[in-house]
């Protein structure tokens, strides 16, 4: 099964697509990783990455499509795939249409102000990257870490005038996918808003 997963920060798409990739044996491929990946096994397209990014530009919708594209020709895609972070505009799920199928888009509905309070109450153990929740799943002892008792931050793009920035940009490049999705007749969406267990299981639902 080849499947995008679409949806604002915040909404729990990373979250659901490992969960889903465990149950279905396919990976989840996120384009933070694959780039990660990429550089690190100092690829063709990888090293090239690395370059631009090292000048701090971003990098071009024909190197990251390439670079899908070299991802999903791995022996492990070839039972399915979730892709998590692409496309992220129009003319890049134009090009994944060149060389893949996508079975589903599925869009993760979730209303800004439960965004914004999901985001905005992370807090993170930097060293390790255990990741807590001032509300839904608090240390311990407040703003400290559970097994170092070391101080917790809050990341700069968790903080609320940045998340509103990156809704924003999520409005304004990646929700026109929906249409896009929609008219191909592939699109189903999720309320991504009740707890993750009950999230899943809509999803499996849906899916199956």
Known sequence: MNLVFLGPPGAGKGTMAGRLADDLG?????????????????????????????????????????????????????KGYILDGFPRTIPQAEALDGFATIEKAVRFDVERDILIKRLSGRRVHKPSGRIYHVEFS???????????GEELIQREDDKEDSIRNRLKVY??????????????????TIDAAPAPDEVFGELKRVLA
């Not at 608090?138 to 170092?148: A, H, I």
């Not at 409005?171 to 189903?188: F, M, R």
Request: hydrophobic fraction near 40%; aromatic fraction near 4%; charge should be negative.
């Open 171 to 188: 409005d304004d490049q990646t929700a026109p996918l929906i249409d896009y999705y929609e008219g191909k007749g592939n699109l189903v």
């Open 26 to 78: 396919i990976p989840h491929i996120s384009t933070g990783d694959m780039f990660r990946a990429a550089m690190a096994n100092e690829t063709e397209l990888g090293l090239k990455a690395k370059a631009i990014m090292a000048a701090g530009d971003l990098v071009p919708d024909e190197l990251t499509i390439a670079m899908v594209k070299e991802r999903l020709s791995e022996a492990d895609a070839q």
């Open 138 to 148: 608090p240390p311990k002892v407040e703003g400290k870490d559970d097994e170092t």
